[in-house]
């Protein structure tokens, strides 16, 4: 049994970005997990991935765009242009990049893994 006198509940802020933000690096967070979720805060700032590489992931990925904006390449569907507010589901092993990410603002996403 779980002592509930003895879990530390810590409040932060999806938008709090530490003042010493690496322009030239991506951000990711793992905020929570369990055995089959992962939620992840992605901070980017102009990356993007590399042309030779194709994100092929094991599990479905929710993602919504909370500030900035992106564009994602999905094979076999073209590319997708997110702005602030918009989010999409990317199936299992469809694979994909990401071909833009703003810079100012920085491109925050918020990314499901289920």
């Known amino acids: 049994m779980i002592d ?4 530390e509940i810590e409040k932060n802020n999806i938008f709090n970005i530490i003042s010493a933000f690496p322009q030239n690096k991506e951000i990711t ?3 929570a997990s369990s055995e ?3 939620i992840e805060r992605i901070i980017s700032n102009g990356q993007t991935t590399d042309d030779n590489y194709w994100y092929d992931q094991s599990q479905n990925e929710f993602v919504i765009v909370l500030q900035g904006d992106a564009r994602l390449f999905i094979e076999n569907k073209g590319a997708v242009h997110l702005n ?3 989010y999409l589901t990317i199936p299992t092993h469809c694979r994909h990049k990401v071909t833009y990410t703003s810079v100012n603002p920085a491109c925050i996403w918020l ?3 289920f």
């Open 84 to 86: 602030k507010g918009d």
């Open 36 to 38: 089959s979720v992962r």
């Open 111 to 113: 990314a499901v893994f």
């Open 4 to 7: 509930v006198n003895k879990i």
């Open 29 to 31: 967070e793992t905020l």
